[in-house]
T-cell receptor
Framework: DAKTTQPTSMDCAEGRAANLPCNHS???????VYWYRQIHSQGPQYIIHGLKNNETNEMASLIITEDRKSSTLILPHATLRDTAVYYC???????????FGTGTSLTVIP | KAGVTQTPRYLIKTRGQQVTLSCSPISGHRSVSWYQQTPGQGLQFLFEYFSETQRNKGNFPGRFSGRQFSNSRSEMNVSTLELGDSALYLCASSLYVNTDTQYFGPGTRLTVL
């Protein structure tokens, strides 16, 4: 069962930062937060993940609150190709199954 | 390194038939998971295999089964197909289990008529 809550949809102007929030208030101490995105029914694409500390890679930054009950994915300079459904997932610590919620449909507007 | 590959990419079957889908993980990856994606239910976990053993199973009927071979390639089978089995079936691989990132394949689009 999904353990995360995300807004259904968001818009972002091209070139601006896209900030996608996620609530995971029941997260356990050893559960990771993962972000994936899916473009038009392709396979989900890994973006970033974290446990406690903020993380950054070439695609995005992940900000996790100190109490770990929420996080924000930041796409620093959104492009039209970033239009996709973004999934925030709390990884169950006993296996590889991901429980996907409904995700956030991000539309980047020219 | 080549990504996760799935075959076939598209498939059309009729009710009552059975189908087998194939997944080749990224080279060196030993864990394979399967997911079903439908417009109504979203992405749902089917099962996970590691070292030829099923480790976890989602809430799907026994018509859905899978296996993993010694080279980590995996197959899933759906018997007695129903219209509701029409979906995008996704395979994901990872090096190990529990702490590893999963990488998804492009999926197999199954249509049941």
């Amino acid at each position: 069962d999904a353990k995360t809550t995300q807004p259904t949809s968001m818009d972002c102007a091209e070139g601006r930062a896209a900030n996608l929030p996620c609530n995971h208030s029941t997260i356990s101490g050893n559960e990771y937060v993962y972000w994936y995105r899916q473009i038009h029914s392709q396979g989900p694409q890994y973006i970033i993940h974290g446990l406690k500390n903020n993380e950054t890679n070439e695609m995005a930054s992940l900000i996790i609150t100190e109490d770990r009950k929420s996080s924000t994915l930041i796409l620093p300079h959104a492009t039209l190709r970033d239009t996709a459904v973004y999934y925030c997932i709390v990884r169950v610590d006993t296996g590889n199954q991901f429980y996907f919620g409904t995700g956030t449909s991000l539309t980047v507007i020219p | 390194k080549a990504g996760v590959t799935q075959t076939p990419r598209y498939l059309i079957k009729t009710r009552g038939q059975q189908v087998t889908l194939s997944c080749s993980p990224i080279s060196g990856h030993r864990s394979v998971s399967w997911y079903q994606q439908t417009p109504g239910q979203g992405l749902q976990f089917l099962f996970e295999y590691f070292s030829e053993t099923q480790r976890n199973k989602g809430n799907f009927p026994g018509r859905f089964s899978g296996r993993q071979f010694s080279n980590s390639r995996s197959e899933m089978n759906v018997s007695t197909l129903e219209l509701g089995d029409s979906a995008l079936y996704l395979c994901a691989s990872s090096l190990y289990v529990n702490t590893d990132t999963q990488y998804f394949g492009p999926g197999t689009r199954l249509t049941v008529l």
